[in-house]
């Protein structure tokens, strides 16, 4: 079966710009995660879904970050008015929603903010 | 809050011979899980095992195997008869079993280099 896809796989884009970055999940997982790869280093949490729902948002970095899962399935993360320092990979992730199950991770969206 | 700590930057083996990463993490809870992750330049990151807190046992998946000692809050990771398509970033992870929902508390990483 098909695993997470994320699009666009690059993006490139001006500070102050608006910028949308999709993931689909594995079909029937219910939990969804989004996690921020910088350079070199390990992810980190941003935001989690259990159906449509955020229910734990503590790792947005501030209220530039936005998350939605409008129909329990494709995950769009926005980030307004990106700066320099957005620049990342952002990774998400899915599973069947039972803590301690592997989470199935996408091969990432690049951000370049210039 | 739970930190991983992986403090090898970098290893490298020999091909067919063994390598040990390291991990340790600090947390006050009881139960909970931890995982080695493998993320090759593709940049997708693949589950190489996963452990139980409450389980004494060490997990094993054929050639990797775990070491898990829960008082001194160590998880390393060893790859036996390694092969060059071990070559990766390899993360060691932190799960909850309480109320975080599952989120992935990660290390730093170690790089892996397999030598022919």
């Known amino acids: 079966g098909a695993g997470v896809s994320q699009t666009p796989s690059n993006k490139v884009t001006e500070k102050g710009k608006y910028v949308e970055l999709r993931c689909d999940p594995i079909?029937?997982?219910?939990?969804l995660y989004w996690y921020r790869q910088s350079l070199g280093q390990g992810p980190e949490f941003l935001i989690y879904?259990?159906?449509?729902?955020?229910?734990?948002d503590s790792g947005l970095p501030n209220d530039r970050f936005f998350a939605v899962r409008p129909e329990g399935s494709v995950s769009t993360l926005k980030i307004q008015r990106t700066e320099r320092g957005d620049s990342a990979v952002y990774l998400c992730a899915s599973s069947s929603g039972l803590v301690g199950n592997e989470q199935f991770f996408g091969p990432g969206t690049r951000l370049t903010v210039l | 809050a739970q930190t991983v700590t992986q403090s090898q930057p970098e290893m490298s083996v020999q091909e067919a011979e063994t390598v040990t990463l390291s991990c340790t993490y600090d947390?006050?809870?009881?139960?909970?899980?931890l995982f080695w992750y493998k993320q090759p330049p593709s940049r997708q990151m693949i589950l190489v095992i996963r452990q139980e807190a409450y389980k004494q046992q060490n997990a094993t998946e054929n050639r990797f195997s775990v070491n898990f000692q829960k008082a001194a809050k160590s998880f390393s990771l060893k790859i036996s008869d390694s092969q060059l398509g071990d070559a990766a970033m390899y993360f060691c992870?932190?799960?909850?079993?309480?109320?975080?929902?599952?989120?992935?508390?990660f290390g730093q990483g170690t790089i892996l280099t397999v030598h022919p």
């Open positions: 947390t006050s809870e009881s139960d909970y899980y």
């Open positions: 079909s029937g997982h219910t939990a």
């Open positions: 879904f259990q159906g449509t729902g955020a229910a734990d």
């Open positions: 992870a932190y799960s909850s079993a309480g109320t975080s929902y599952g989120k992935l508390t």
